[in-house]
């Protein structure tokens, strides 16, 4: 059971507790993101420690003002700037070339920082309240699915974290889109809530990285991620479910259900064949299946297209076991 007392809607305690380098869970667009001051090396290791996190996997940076990418950030590429005032706030990373001012710890010793003004009014008020940025991961343990409501943060990290600022569930419920310049040239090393065809709508062709275990470039992309407990497969419905049956099965699907399997083990993103809503129900379903005590988990892939990508890339490293 979730301690109750340690969710709220109280930005004065949420303030205090960040100013003397405590954690906060904050609502965001895309998922819960587990909070504290940037600019404090003591509550950015909690953070690590908190999430069992390694050290080499850096922490996005937070702000509340597209303003404030000159402050963190040197050498604004023009292109980047264009992209914070389209679409921030929202679900949109830009890796930077950092300032001094942010510790070695936040960025993993990476000359690059990535920042993101997220949407959602409770955390930008708190954001514009402070004088200085929150470094925030997804609020969950290492490796597992991010969470979508203040209780799932409750129910994974508990007293680990100092308070829970309830926003609601999350709208876009899958992570920010990551993007940087190197070499000059606009590339996503992570899909996610802002669709490759709306960056190439101001940017002309954009590169997508393709995910991996081992990408130096991409530190923290790790290939397996998302993962629920229960053996997860991705593939045709049908031929998943021949070779896995016997067995306990939970399935994710896009439009309808599977006749003959009970309808609590069956996960139906968007009825109506919406990404975005599919998007919104993706990681609270999976959440949800694996409470199941199931052997398997069978999903199938959605359309490839705008939301559709980020959604199967989740899919797929939640199989990638
Ligand atoms: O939507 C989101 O981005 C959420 C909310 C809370 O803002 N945050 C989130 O954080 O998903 P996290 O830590 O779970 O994923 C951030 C990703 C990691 O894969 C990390 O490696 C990458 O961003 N990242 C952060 N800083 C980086 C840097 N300086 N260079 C390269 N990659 C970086
Ligand atoms: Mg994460």
């Given at each position: 059971m979730a301690n109750t007392s340690l969710i709220g809607t109280d930005l004065g305690k949420a303030r205090s507790i960040l100013e003397s380098d405590g954690l906060v869970a904050i609502p965001t667009e895309t998922v819960y993101g587990l909070a504290g001051n940037a600019l404090s090396e003591k509550a950015v290791s909690r953070i690590f420690a908190a999430k069992n996190r390694p050290s080499f996997d850096p922490l996005i940076v937070h702000v509340g003002e597209v303003s404030e990418m000159d402050r963190w950030a040197l050498k604004v590429d023009e292109r980047a700037r264009q992209l914070a005032e389209t679409f921030w706030p929202g679900p949109l990373t830009l890796l930077l070339l950092r300032?001094?001012?942010?510790?070695?710890?936040?960025?993993?010793?990476?000359?690059?920082?990535?920042?993101?003004?997220?949407?959602?009014?409770?955390?930008?008020?708190?954001?514009?309240?402070?004088?200085?940025?929150?470094?925030?991961?997804?609020?969950?343990p290492f490796g597992y699915i991010s969470p979508t409501t203040a209780g799932h943060v409750a129910d994974q990290l508990g007293e680990k974290v100092d308070y829970i600022l309830d926003g609601g569930p999350c709208r876009v419920g899958l992570e920010s889109t990551i993007i940087g310049f190197p070499e000059g040239r606009p590339r996503v090393y992570r899909k996610g809530g802002i669709p490759v065809e709306k960056l190439e709508e101001v940017l002309g062709e954009v590169q997508v990285t393709a995910h991996s275990s081992s990408n130096p470039e991409a530190p923290g992309m790790l290939k397996s991620h998302y993962a629920p407990a229960a053996a997860f497969f991705l593939g045709d419905i049908q031929a998943l479910l021949k070779e896995h049956s016997g067995k306990k099965a939970g399935l994710i699907r896009f439009r309808k259900e599977i006749p003959g399997i009970p309808e609590d083990r069956q996960i139906v993103l968007s009825a109506t064949g919406d990404l975005t809503e599919a998007a919104r129900n993706l990681f609270a379903g999976m959440r949800r299946l694996d409470t199941l005590g199931l052997d398997v988990i069978l999903a199938e892939p959605v359309p490839e297209d705008g939301l559709g990508r980020a959604i199967n890339d989740r899919l797929r490293r939640a199989a990638a076991r």
């Open positions: 300032k001094a001012l942010i510790p070695d710890i936040v960025t993993a010793g990476s000359p690059l920082v990535a920042l993101r003004m997220p949407d959602h009014p409770l955390s930008l008020e708190l954001l514009r309240s402070m004088d200085f940025p929150l470094a925030a991961p997804s609020a969950n």
